[in-house]
T-cell receptor, first 112, second 116 residues
């Protein structure tokens, strides 16, 4: 079955630094979504990528979808303490419309 | 956007009992889902709640253990039956497909279940 792998599992970042989290699928995805979950909170939708090679930006966050639609990345520049949380990718395949397979998540800790 | 509420927010239950979790969406949505999340872990999809028909369960989850209802486009319930300590987890409902599209999945605040 479809597997979505996410690395790294943990990311310790100094405030002001950049970091990237990666998501890889064993199968071609129709689309991929990214979520952020603050400690004690629930996942909050950040963005959806649909097109091969797509790049979207939200302020300091840059999301990419690979050409083969099997991988994606989230890059955060100039990390702030408000970026603390766990970032999940979730992929959907064409034969499982509407159902997203979540990656394990990247837990981000920011040191002031 | 959609706002999702869940009741109860948390509960402590005895082994062998059942708990029904309610999920209410403030808009009509195409799809509703139920997830389980252990603290510090990822989300595992339990089932898709289908309006007017039986839910579609993922591998490892069965209707007898997790009966689900979805009587309309804004409401769903998940029952955790004959509970054991292994069922202790956070249960999240989500909704997708506002106005028939599928772009954003909104999550409820979750129900934190502890089984003694």
């Amino acid at each position: 079955g479809q597997q979505v792998m996410q690395i790294p599992q943990y990311q310790h970042v100094q405030e002001g630094e950049d970091f990237t989290t990666y998501c890889n699928s064993s199968t071609t995805l129709s689309n991929i979504q990214w979520y952020k979950q603050r400690p004690g909170g629930h996942p909050v939708f950040l963005i959806q990528l649909v097109k091969s090679g797509e790049v979207k930006k939200q302020k300091r966050l840059t999301f990419q979808f690979g050409e083969a639609k099997k991988n994606s990345s989230l890059h955060i520049t100039a990390t702030q303490t408000t970026d603390v949380g766990t970032y999940f990718c979730a992929g959907m395949t064409t034969d499982s419309w509407g159902k997203f397979q979540f990656g394990a998540g990247t837990q981000v800790v920011v040191t002031p | 956007s959609a706002v999702i509420s869940q009741k109860p927010s948390r509960d402590i239950c005895q082994r062998g009992t059942s708990l029904t979790i309610q999920c209410q969406v403030d808009s009509q949505v195409t799809m509703m889902f139920w997830y389980r999340q252990q603290p510090g872990q990822s989300l595992t999809l339990i089932a898709t709640a289908n309006q007017g028909s039986e839910a579609t369960y993922e591998s490892g989850f069965v209707i007898d253990k997790f009966p689900i209802s979805r009587p309309n486009l804004t409401f769903s319930t998940l029952t955790v039956s004959n509970m054991s300590p292994e069922d202790s987890s956070i249960y999240l409902c989500s909704a997708a497909g506002l106005a028939g599209g599928l772009d954003t999945q909104y999550f409820g605040p979750g129900t934190r279940l502890t089984v003694l």
